[in-house]
């Protein structure tokens, strides 16, 4: 059953990764002390469950900075260049724009990070990620209306640099706190639950404006 889950999911939370000889261990209800592996402690002397971050920091923070620089300076010339392909076909290229933000913003930026964290801090921060790159990238789908598309030639990568910096640091400022086994914040929880509200309204009003255009349209049908 685990065997099945793990190659389907490519990650299973009932195991733990050995950080010394990288195998899956199962810790269905306790991660055991010592590697059945390799044999090496799974556990520091305070209990701790040692990770890859414990064996060595630095060097993952740092291959995680260039490789997000350079996502980013990639992600910039491709916004560029669909921004200026708006000014001309703002209809196709508008709705682009949106998609590769949300792209870069999330998979190619703070996904490498997001995969040190904790379960508790990889759905906190993948959700507020979440509604702060949707809401930024919602600004490019105005890039479709024409006339305000040639504004848009210079404020979408203005808007995609902001964006994608927002979200790294975020992800940064995690990498750091999981490190230092510092927990999610209060205030994060909070921003988490107005987020999830403000997301229904949302809904309930697209709901609400879908149902009041139907009607009126089947009034002037009749
Ligand atoms: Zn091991």
């Excluded at 205030?187 to 999830?196: D, F, I, P, S, W």
């Amino acid at each position: 059953m685990i065997e099945r889950k793990r190659s389907v999911a490519g990650y299973d939370p009932t195991n733990v990764r050995c950080p010394h000889c990288m195998t899956d261990v199962p810790s269905l209800l306790r991660a055991p002390d010592e590697c059945p592996h390799c044999g090496r402690a799974l556990k520091d002397s305070a209990g701790h469950r040692v990770r890859d971050l414990d064996q060595d920091f630095g060097t993952i923070r740092d291959q995680l900075h260039e490789q997000s620089l350079r996502r980013l300076k990639q992600g910039t010339i491709v916004c560029v260049v669909l921004s200026l392909a708006n000014g001309f076909a703002p209809v196709v290229f508008a709705p682009l724009i949106f998609i590769q933000q949300v792209i870069w913003a999330r998979p190619l930026i703070s996904a490498p990070y997001a995969r040190h964290f904790s379960t508790s801090r990889r759905i906190v921060t993948r959700w507020l990620s979440r509604f702060f790159v949707f809401s930024m990238a919602s600004i490019h789908v105005g890039g479709a209306v024409p006339g305000v598309h040639f504004a848009l030639v210079i404020a979408s990568p203005i808007v995609f640099v902001l964006t994608c910096g927002t979200t790294w640091a975020y992800h940064r400022f995690h990498l750091q706190r999981e490190h230092d086994r510092e927990p999610v914040m209060f205030v994060e929880k909070v921003l988490l639950v107005v987020g999830a509200l403000c997301a229904l309204l949302a809904l309930a009003g697209m709901i609400l404006i879908g149902m009041a255009v139907g009607g009126a349209i089947s009034m002037f049908s009749k």
